[in-house]
């Protein structure tokens, strides 16, 4: 099955201490993308990648990091978490450009 | 199920009745538009798409019309059924490195 596959589905976490949310792609798909979804916020881009070893920040890259080493994984590494990076991240892969993206079902994340 | 906004704006409609979705996009320079769905606890989901060469897009029981004069897209959806219920998006993407930029949403509530 076609899909976008990020983990873990829930963490909670205490400030500062480093974690990566992993997301994996089996479509072949060279865009990949990290979002977060806030309430009265929408969907807000943090980083984005065309290709392997190429990525490029989005909207809110602050305190994030991420990779593309291989076109199929694309993590999301926090350095050291804020309880501001509560949120609800979804990772999403496209075909190319101008296509739309696939998104995985969601890492909910809170930092205490 | 986890919340994907507060104060949404929220259509209500009767089962069978049809549903119409409004989108306000900010840039005339967009040439591509996604319609998506996105379920309680789910991430969000293609319902279908329009580029800014056609005003009209016909899919399952999914219409999208694209008004460029007014910057104005619409999702009608027939016959809506409970399966209908959740927060529609429309993206619009600028054609720079597949950046798509999220409205708000509009949460659809199908009353049997």
């Known amino acids: 099955e076609a899909q976008v596959t990020q983990n873990p589905r829930y963490l909670i976490t205490v400030t500062g201490k480093k974690l990566t949310v992993t997301c994996s792609q089996n479509?072949?798909?060279?865009?990949m993308s990290w979002y977060r979804q806030d309430p009265g916020l929408g969907l807000r881009q943090i980083y984005y990648?065309?290709?392997?070893?190429?990525?490029d920040k989005g909207d809110v890259p602050e305190g994030y990091k991420v990779s593309r080493k291989e076109k199929r994984n694309f993590p999301l590494i926090l350095e050291s978490p804020s309880p501001n990076q509560t949120s609800l991240y979804f990772c999403?892969?496209?075909?190319?450009?101008?296509?739309?993206?696939?998104f995985g079902s969601g890492t909910r994340l809170t930092v205490v | 199920g986890e919340s994907v906004g507060l104060h949404l704006p929220t259509l209500s409609v009767q089962e069978g009745d049809n549903s119409i979705i409004n989108c306000a996009y900010s840039n005339s320079a967009s040439d591509y538009f996604i319609w998506y769905k996105q379920e309680s606890g789910k991430g969000p989901q293609f319902i279908i798409d329009i580029r800014s060469n056609m005003d009209k897009r016909q899919g399952q029981r999914v219409t999208v019309l694209l008004n460029k004069t007014v910057k104005h897209l619409s999702l009608q959806i027939a016959a809506t059924q409970p399966g209908d219920s959740a927060v529609y998006f429309c993206a619009e993407n600028m054609g720079n490195f597949n950046k798509f930029y999220f409205g708000s949403g509009t949460k659809l509530n199908v009353k049997p």
């Open positions: 479509m072949n798909h060279e865009y």
């Open positions: 990648s065309m290709n392997v070893e190429v990525t």
């Open positions: 999403a892969s496209s075909r190319n450009r101008g296509f739309g993206y696939t």
